[in-house]
């Protein structure tokens, strides 16, 4: 049980290019969602899922588009990249079958914007 | 308009002592609040939570309480232990969002051997 998986730990890209951050679970969960972590700022939400074939907006989703064909995979789409993204990104997921339910947390993807 | 406010950005402990971090809150829609607890280069991880139906929630050497009228909150880790500096997060869950959870900035805590 691998839990949530994100790929690549690490990308450097130049402004203007486009790029799809990975993030799979093997955990069945129905709630996926992306949040980026910014210097003083906390998690801001940038996207989520609560079911395949279902996504919506979180706080900041310029810039990012996301799909959600399986239940396993949510990837988050960087349409053209900008140094306001230079950030560290944390794909989450749970069950949303109660009212204590917990995100699970994947380890993080450091981007850098040029 | 930050919701979910942690004022403190870092505290310093001393291994044994009570660490006792806060955390503000402003929507009186949240009604799920937890605490996460991040190592450098790792994701958050779960650490307890509360319902806004109580008042106190207590696991091992973890304890949160909850003071609605005040919209506060507030985690008590007796003793702290070297291996809990970390960086942790308060959250907030609005009840009528599709659950999605508001973030406070961070506390950086470091217990000193």
């Known amino acids: 049980n691998a839990g949530v998986t994100q790929t690549p730990k690490f990308q450097v890209l130049k402004t203007g290019q486009s790029m799809t951050l990975q993030c799979a679970q093997d955990m069945n969960h129905e709630y996926m969602s992306w949040y980026r972590q910014d210097p003083g700022m906390g998690l801001r939400l940038i996207h989520y899922?609560?079911?395949?074939?279902?996504?919506d907006q979180g706080e900041v989703p310029n810039g990012y588009n996301v799909s959600r064909s399986t239940t396993e995979d949510f990837p988050l789409r960087l349409l053209s990249a900008a140094p306001s993204q230079t950030s560290v990104y944390f794909c989450?997921?749970?069950?949303?079958?109660?009212?204590?339910?917990?995100?699970?947390f994947g380890p993080g993807t450091r981007l850098l914007v040029l | 308009d930050q919701q979910v406010k942690q004022n403190s950005p870092s505290l310093s402990v001393q291994e044994g002592r009570i660490s006792i971090l806060n955390c503000d809150y402003t929507n009186s829609m949240f009604d799920y609040f937890l605490w996460y607890k991040k190592y450098p280069a790792e994701g958050p991880t779960f650490l307890i939570s509360i319902s806004s139906i109580k008042d106190k929630n207590e696991d091992g050497r973890f304890t949160v309480f909850l003071n609605k009228s005040a919209k506060h909150l507030s985690l008590h880790i007796v003793p702290s232990q070297p291996g809990d500096s970390a960086v942790y997060f308060c959250a907030a869950r609005d009840s009528g969002s599709a659950r999605q959870l508001t973030f406070g900035s961070g506390t950086q805590l470091t217990v000193l051997p």
């Open positions: 989450a997921s749970s069950y949303s079958g109660t009212i204590q339910e917990t995100q699970y």
């Open positions: 899922s609560v079911g395949a074939g279902i996504t």
